[in-house]
């Protein structure tokens, strides 16, 4: 019989449900409208659930398995997901007890009941105090610093009638930003030890707030000090005096936190080259034994130059060592657009700080204020890979050979520290030239590599370079780089890539990508040795097991003899790679930020 309309409205109805991190007790949750239209299975939601809950820290190894709220039942179809209902979202972990909804406006959620039931008068009573809070929140940035040793962490946080709910859902937000050592947030106080009670106290006269856990509220009272030394000009100095002994005990001592100051709103004092007068280091001790004391500044130590590229999330600029005269590049990552992602970027920065090899872009040092993080790294000015590819008057199969040598060699140093990359593509690949002529590859852009400790499962890269395990989501490891290095070994020697959709559809290109069908079309490969062809064979092995290591590229006859040809190959290739790769337009230097997207939807040209 034919279905009735209100039949197959009622089907097509999306229900909405709420799922939350397993064991993360300060995650608010994500709204999710499920639908047969937008999932055909349930394995297509556990897909996009990985793409928004899962990164370096969270749920690393992806969203396996979607518990109940009271952890009672696993999920197994679509069907099972309930109008209003939440849940958690785990890996192959068992269910972590925590009170999920703690932190959640429940007024969304029409299943689930509260422990008590409120009268109709009470109710009209909150909606009247809601009301009425909404007439004194005014859009607001307030500056909060974590209590504690120094150095202190301190983060920004824009307060406005969509951010500030109310003050427990704001003290939620700051125990998520501000991470403290002894958990939540319990106290708030102004600089002159004022308790932060209400939602109205964050828009007063003061800017500047503590964080405070369990623990007391005692600092010294030249505990933050005002500089003025910058070219006169006041900034957002945050000084480190020789000594921190306390003398004084009381939380209301109005002289506890004089002397800090904050800019204005809009943001930091800056030069006309947009940089802050004034950046201060994270921790006295730099990176790579460098140290850079609470005092210093970007524009005291370093000449900052002109924009040299610029991204979603950072920009870079050269800049010159005062003292030495070398030249380096500062990578500014604005917070404000990275947020929620926090993690993601000290990701990055704890990995930078523990490779040292030469074929990797070296970390300086790194400084830190509420709204940016400034990184000084090696700087490389000969291009990307494909650049040295098309401004070269020749180029030939040993060229090739020897890049893939130095891109091995990275692989080989990362790899035996458990540290995958996950985004090997030509772009992060960078070529230094040296004095004598000679050029060497440099590995840069660690946004996305994590340490491996059991199998991943977070989709991402770039469509052209993902290895078919990500794509097939069962599960990956450090092989994921062998097949990204084949992708460019491969590209190398003909300008385009093994696998390739003719009208530019993904779906396409990795239905290729998984059968793994691996061709050398002539004529272009009528000329490349066969011992370059088994080498990319043995490097884009769809079988992880079969697929070689980057210790077995370094042994291999192509890159440790001399079995690659000295023919030029510098016209076809480069022909190619302006087909492919839409090479004629010029790009500036890689500047990711350290923040990547997931998996770029579109054709190739649009990840670029």
């Given at each position: 019989?034919?279905?009735?309309?209100?039949?197959?409205?009622?089907?097509?109805?999306?229900?909405?449900?709420?799922?939350?991190?397993?064991?993360?007790?300060?995650?608010?949750?994500?709204?999710?409208?499920?639908?047969?239209?937008?999932?055909?299975?349930?394995?297509?939601?556990?897909?996009?659930?990985?793409?928004?809950?899962?990164?370096?820290?969270?749920?690393?190894?992806?969203?396996?398995?979607?518990?109940?709220?009271?952890?009672?039942?696993?999920?197994?179809?679509?069907?099972?997901?309930?109008?209003?209902?939440?849940?958690?979202?785990?890996?192959?972990?068992?269910?972590?007890?925590?009170?999920?909804?703690?932190?959640?406006?429940?007024?969304?959620?029409?299943?689930?009941?509260?422990?008590?039931?409120?009268?109709?008068?009470?109710?009209?009573?909150?909606?009247?105090?809601?009301?009425?809070?909404?007439?004194?929140?005014k859009p607001k940035l307030v500056t909060v610093i974590r209590s504690g040793v120094k150095?202190?962490?301190?983060?920004?946080?824009?307060?406005?009638?969509?951010?500030?709910?109310?003050?427990?859902?704001?003290?939620?937000?700051?125990?998520?930003?501000?991470?403290?050592?002894?958990?939540?947030?319990?106290?708030?106080?102004?600089?002159?030890?004022?308790?932060?009670?209400?939602?109205?106290?964050?828009?007063?006269?003061?800017?500047?707030?503590?964080?405070?856990?369990?623990?007391?509220?005692?600092?010294?009272?030249?505990?933050?000090?005002?500089?003025?030394?910058?070219?006169?000009?006041?900034?957002?100095?945050?000084?480190?005096?020789?000594?921190?002994?306390?003398?004084?005990?009381?939380?209301?001592?109005?002289?506890?936190?004089?002397?800090?100051?904050?800019?204005?709103?809009?943001?930091?004092?800056?030069?006309?080259?947009?940089?802050?007068?004034?950046?201060?280091?994270?921790?006295?001790?730099?990176?790579?034994?460098?140290?850079?004391?609470?005092?210093?500044?970007?524009?005291?130590?370093?000449?900052?130059?002109?924009?040299?590229?610029?991204?979603?999330?950072?920009?870079?600029?050269?800049?010159?060592?005062?003292?030495?005269?070398?030249?380096?590049?500062?990578?500014?990552?604005?917070?404000?657009?990275?947020?929620?992602?926090?993690?993601?970027?000290?990701?990055?920065?704890?990995?930078?700080?523990?490779?040292?090899?030469?074929?990797?872009?070296?970390?300086?040092?790194?400084?830190?204020?509420?709204?940016?993080?400034?990184?000084?790294?090696?700087?490389?000015?000969?291009?990307?890979?494909?650049?040295?590819?098309?401004?070269?008057?020749?180029?030939?199969?040993?060229?090739?050979?020897?890049?893939?040598?130095?891109?091995?060699?990275?692989?080989?140093?990362?790899?035996?520290?458990?540290?995958?990359?996950?985004?090997?593509?030509?772009?992060?690949?960078?070529?230094?030239?040296?004095?004598?002529?000679?050029?060497?590859?440099?590995?840069?852009?660690?946004?996305?590599?994590?340490?491996?400790?059991?199998?991943?499962?977070?989709?991402?890269?770039?469509?052209?370079?993902?290895?078919?395990?990500?794509?097939?989501?069962?599960?990956?490891?450090?092989?994921?780089?062998?097949?990204?290095?084949g992708v460019i070994t491969y590209i190398l020697l003909c300008g385009f890539p093994p696998?390739?959709?003719?009208?530019?559809?993904?779906?396409?290109?990795?239905?290729?990508?998984?059968?793994?069908?691996?061709?050398?079309?002539?004529?272009?490969?009528?000329?490349?040795?066969?011992?370059?062809?088994?080498?990319?064979?043995?490097?884009?092995?769809?079988?992880?097991?079969?697929?070689?290591?980057?210790?077995?590229?370094?042994?291999?006859?192509?890159?440790?003899?001399?079995?690659?040809?000295?023919?030029?190959?510098?016209?076809?290739?480069?022909?190619?790679?302006?087909?492919?790769?839409?090479?004629?337009?010029?790009?500036?230097n890689n500047t990711s930020a350290g923040v990547s997207v997931i998996m770029v939807q579109?054709?190739?040209?649009?990840?670029?």
């Amino acid at each position: 019989r034919t279905r009735t309309l209100q039949a197959l409205s009622s089907e097509k109805k999306a229900r909405k449900a709420r799922f939350y991190r397993n064991g993360d007790k300060y995650f608010k949750g994500l709204v999710y409208a499920i639908s047969s239209d937008r999932f055909r299975s349930f394995d297509a939601l556990l897909a996009e659930l990985t793409r928004s809950l899962s990164d370096n820290v969270n749920l690393p190894q992806g969203v396996r398995t979607i518990y109940t709220i009271d952890g009672s039942k696993k999920l197994s179809s679509l069907d099972e997901l309930l109008e209003g209902e939440s849940y958690v979202c785990a890996s192959n972990e068992p269910y972590r007890k925590v009170d999920y909804t703690k932190n959640v406006n429940p007024n969304w959620c029409v299943n689930i009941r509260t422990g008590s039931t409120r009268s109709l008068t009470s109710l009209t009573s909150t909606k009247s105090e809601v009301k009425e809070s909404k007439d004194f929140i005014k859009p607001k940035l307030v500056t909060v610093i974590r209590s504690g040793v120094k150095p202190r962490k301190a983060v920004r946080i824009l307060l406005n009638k969509k951010t500030a709910h109310s003050f427990e859902q704001v003290l939620t937000d700051i125990t998520e930003a501000i991470k403290l050592d002894s958990g939540v947030v319990k106290r708030l106080c102004t600089l002159d030890g004022k308790q932060v009670t209400c939602l109205q106290d964050f828009f007063g006269d003061d800017d500047v707030f503590i964080a405070c856990g369990p623990e007391k509220y005692r600092y010294a009272q030249d505990d933050f000090v005002l500089d003025h030394s910058v070219n006169g000009t006041p900034s957002s100095q945050l000084s480190t005096p020789k000594s921190t002994k306390s003398s004084s005990s009381s939380p209301t001592s109005p002289g506890s936190f004089r002397g800090l100051k904050i800019p204005p709103h809009g943001g930091s004092s800056s030069n006309v080259n947009g940089v802050p007068e004034s950046l201060h280091c994270q921790s006295p001790e730099g990176v790579n034994g460098n140290k850079c004391s609470g005092s210093s500044t970007i524009l005291e130590k370093y000449k900052v130059g002109k924009v040299i590229g610029d991204g979603n999330f950072a920009v870079v600029k050269e800049c010159i060592e005062r003292s030495t005269g070398k030249e380096f590049a500062l990578k500014i990552i604005d917070k404000a657009k990275c947020c929620g992602k926090e993690h993601l970027i000290e990701n990055e920065v704890s990995i930078l700080r523990r490779v040292k090899h030469p074929n990797i872009i070296m970390l300086i040092e790194e400084m830190d204020t509420p709204t940016e993080l400034y990184l000084v790294m090696e700087l490389v000015k000969g291009g990307d890979l494909f650049d040295a590819i098309t401004s070269s008057t020749k180029y030939t199969e040993r060229d090739g050979s020897a890049m893939v040598y130095n891109l091995a060699s990275a692989l080989k140093y990362l790899h035996g520290l458990n540290i995958v990359h996950r985004d090997i593509k030509p772009e992060n690949l960078l070529v230094c030239e040296y004095a004598d002529g000679t050029k060497s590859l440099k590995l840069g852009d660690f946004g996305l590599a994590t340490v491996v400790e059991g199998p991943l499962y977070t989709v991402c890269g770039t469509p052209t370079y993902v290895a078919p395990e990500i794509i097939a989501e069962t599960g990956y490891g450090l092989k994921v780089d062998i097949w990204a290095a084949g992708v460019i070994t491969y590209i190398l020697l003909c300008g385009f890539p093994p696998f390739r959709s003719e009208n530019n559809l993904q779906e396409d290109l990795f239905d290729q990508i998984l059968v793994g069908k691996l061709e050398f079309p002539s004529p272009y490969w009528d000329n490349i040795t066969d011992s370059a062809k088994e080498l990319i064979s043995l490097m884009l092995h769809v079988n992880t097991e079969a697929r070689y290591t980057a210790a077995q590229i370094l042994s291999h006859p192509w890159v440790s003899d001399d079995t690659s040809q000295e023919n030029n190959m510098q016209a076809e290739v480069t022909g190619k790679l302006k087909q492919h790769f839409n090479n004629t337009l010029p790009k500036q230097n890689n500047t990711s930020a350290g923040v990547s997207v997931i998996m770029v939807q579109g054709n190739e040209h649009s990840s670029r």
